[in-house]
């Protein structure tokens, strides 16, 4: 007879479930994931969707579910491809894995686990399936270890973090691809047959030519408020690997984890190899409703600090470039501070004494404040914040050297390069990745961020930067049997030198930069509380990228600055009104110098930033809802968040295109309590005259049923005209 055991909600320190455990229901509020782990045999794949009942789950396999492994290792029957595959110390390459027992934890967290150890049947070979899940979330996180007690080292050749067959019927997949400056553009295709490989290879950055995250329509295109979604992310910092691989069966058979290209592992006997997580969440709420899954799981979980409001800043890097000095600091901090701002960021350019910074072809590994540009120095600089009433932050970029500084000089063995090869120079023509697989450079790069603090504890913020890939990949520490581990040690030793440096400093505001939003992945957030989303600036391009940024990542995440214009990379004229009404739907900062602005722009700005801290608390915690798509090219896109307890909303419209007799979609919003009454009060407002329903109350009801027709330009002065159209709008319950 089979039993069901449901995984939600019981605190239970670790109970096996060993003798009759097959069916094994693990449970979300909205989902469920339902396994069959019999004993000695393979873990059947049998459920993964909307939450069901005990009685939902008896008849199963009468109607004609799965029966896929639930993470098929590479042996018997290897005709398909594999989740995990591994070569024996005797040479022998399969696996055949059979169900030992079903365990189930509470994490101290609160969190539920379920790990199935699966041993091999003739090998000392042994492998744990884990899925976490947490009260109230509708996440599952689902990672591998794998050990064993041969002789010798076992070399895993494949190792899988989640493995998912999705029921073949109209499936689509949307991806964010991309590239520096570009990040994030989402692209929808349905999956056809054959292998589908979404993946990173740069060693360093993994978010810059493709994300690790996928949305997977089960219902044909994606709809934003409605159908059924899974939303799959790969928590990891490193390359990887998402597969689709859809052959004649009727499942599309879907794999993520670390990419095992050049990666071989050679595991030794009694060590255990651990994947990341995959996290993954299924809503029948459509494309939004995965994401604000995702967005209060990485919140409450994942993300440092994630109920910590983000302040609004001013980063120096567009503004001065790396033209540091101290009274221009002074004279920005003064600014940003009469703005309303909260934080002063000097970007690059700040140290280097034999080496100094002038340039990006010297001083990365020098540390050190260069006097000639800043005579009193890092506490100079923070007591001038402090004195204007705002906190101080700095650059940094500790995984990185250039040839040209007093680090390479004493150190050149802590650089990644082949053995027996030159060196191979990224950015300024000198600059190199440190070795982070090897632990002393992992205490080096601890030891930047904690001589700063120690020095400096008033520093409130830092931006954590990395220009580089692997361009070369070979470690000068690694032995010659190990050299296929860099990928992985690499990532394994900045996780915990970043474990090191948040035990000791959990409340420093830290940014991931990597040249721009290379390093946009959740398997980085434990230790960032942003990311720099990209070091494109262009409002108009920033609705895009920000657009497939909040598939998975939140708004608090999601640093988005005012710029100039025309702007730097595009060369785009925009008016500040869309400038900042686009940077104010994420974490708002500026990034620009502000003496070269005009009184008036200070004005707008100075009442925007006011505005900003009004809705702050909604738009960093809020629930998302996506209204109109600015890839579905209807001249708009439109977007809202809302408060968990409904009672408040700011919903936000840009205009993308314009023509002459435009007709726009009328957008109708949506995640308001039907039978309450919001008034409109429209933020960072320029017009002359009030919009026509400006301070009128409007049910929850008819503002999702009509929308708001919001009119397709500004009622402003002549000279202050232009193509660009935006409104932000406060939503109150009354
Ligand atoms: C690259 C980053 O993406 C920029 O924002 C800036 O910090 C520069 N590096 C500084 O060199």
Known sequence: MKKTFIILCTAIAAVSLTAEAERVHIATPGSSLVVDAPKDGPVFFMYYGDRLSDADIADFPTAGVSWLDAYPAYGIYPEHESA??????????????????????????GAEITTITLRDKKYPFELKLNYRTYPGEDVIESWVEASHNEKGNVRLTRFMSGFLPIRRSDVHVSQGYGSWGNEFHLEEAPLPHGVKIIKNKDGVRNSHTAHGEVMISLDGKARENDGRVIGAALCYTGNYKLMFDTDASDYHKFYAGINEENSAYNLRKGETFVTPPLAFSYSNEGLSGVSRNFHRWGRNHRLANGSTERKVLLNSWEGVDMRIDEPTMHQMMSDI??????????????????????????????????????PHGIQGLIDAA????????????PEMINKRSELYEKHPEYVIKAPGRDEVYGRGGTQMVLDMSNPKVQDLVFNIVD??????????????????PIQEAGSQYLSADNQSHLYIDYHRGLEKTLKRIRAKYPTLTIQACASGGGRVNWGYMPYFDEFWVSDNTDALQRVYMQWGTSYFFPALTMASH?????????????????????????RLGMELQPKDMSEREK?????????YKRIRPIVQFGDIYRLLSPYDHKGAASMMYVSPEKDKAVYYWWKTETFVNQQLPRITMAGLDPDRKYRITELNRIDNTPLAFEGKTFTGRFLMSNGLEIPLGHNVDYDQRSDYASRVLLLEAQ
């Open 84 to 109: 995990f595959s591994a070569v024996h110390t005797d040479g022998n390459m399969t696996l055949q894995m059979g169900v030992q027992n079903v365990e189930r934890t509470t994490a101290p967290d």
């Open 337 to 374: 501070a009469d703005m309303g701002g909260e934080l002063f960021v000097m970007d690059d350019g700040w140290f280097g004494v034999k080496y100094r910074r002038i340039g990006d072809d010297k001083g990365l590994g020098d540390w050190t404040v260069d006097t000639q540009k800043l």
């Open 386 to 397: 402090a004195e204007r009433g705002i906190k101080f932050g700095l650059w940094i970029e």
């Open 451 to 468: 001589t700063l603090m120690t020095n400096y504890p008033g520093l409130d913020y830092i931006k954590w930067d990395a220009n580089c």
């Open 562 to 586: 005012i710029s100039v214009t025309p702007n730097h990379q595009t060369n785009r004229i925009i008016p500040l009104k869309y400038r900042t009404d686009v940077a104010m739907s994420g």
């Open 603 to 611: 004005d707008q700005t100075r009442r925007a930033i006011a505005d």
